[in-house]
């Protein structure tokens, strides 16, 4: 049964620091995905990574996948307070229903 | 292209209702997925559609739960004798092609008192 593992759970950071959020999944895929959840409100797709080595940025955030290594990582750079939301990452475990993580939730302050 | 929609937004029972809702997907989406979250936690799988077939339920989806999706476009997700830990989000989202990037609606949250 895939399992997919996210870390830190929570994190306050402050405008302007960097850092990154972590994503393990326990069996093979090569389908990744992170999303982003804002209280009380439904998920946004932010990125979907789908071979070994793919990145893609957009913003501040920066994501990638080493399927060898089953981890995918989110990077925030000088981080700003409107990033502050719950960070979701979702593994496809190749029936094409998702798995998700238990989310990282972000608090950027001044 | 106006996303994925749900309605109710909210919905608050007694305990043993029934209640239903609606999700309407992206209109050249062929995949629709039912998905529950509660608080805390990421969403939980429950069921899935490609076109009007549900191809898998979860092991979470007991037989109080029935979901349909006539004719290939909206679906129902139906909870009979609702119970306080059927209480949580109800995401609805679909996709296409075979990146399967899954597009979610706003949700219904339930509550059941």
Known sequence: ELKVEQNPLFLSMQEGKNYTIYCNYSTTSDRLYWYRQDPGKSLESLFVLLSNGAVKQEGRLMASLDTKARLSTLHITAAVHDLSATYFCAVDDHTDKLIFGTGTRLQVFP | ?113
Request: net charge neutral.
């Open chain 2, 1 to 113: 292209d106006t996303g994925v929609s749900q309605d109710p937004r909210h919905k608050i029972t007694k305990r043993g209702q029934n209640v239903t809702f609606r999700c309407d997907p992206i209109s050249e989406h062929n995949r629709l997925y039912w998905y529950r979250q509660t608080l805390g936690q990421g969403p939980e799988f429950l069921t899935y559609f490609q076109n009007e077939a549900q191809l898998e339920k979860s092991r979470l989806l007991s037989d109080r739960f029935s979901a349909e999706r006539p004719k290939g476009s909206f679906s129902t997700l139906e909870i009979q004798r609702t119970e306080q830990g059927d209480s949580a989000m109800y995401l609805c989202a679909s996709s296409s092609g075979v990146y399967n990037e899954q597009f979610f609606g706003p949700g219904t949250r339930l509550t059941v008192l």
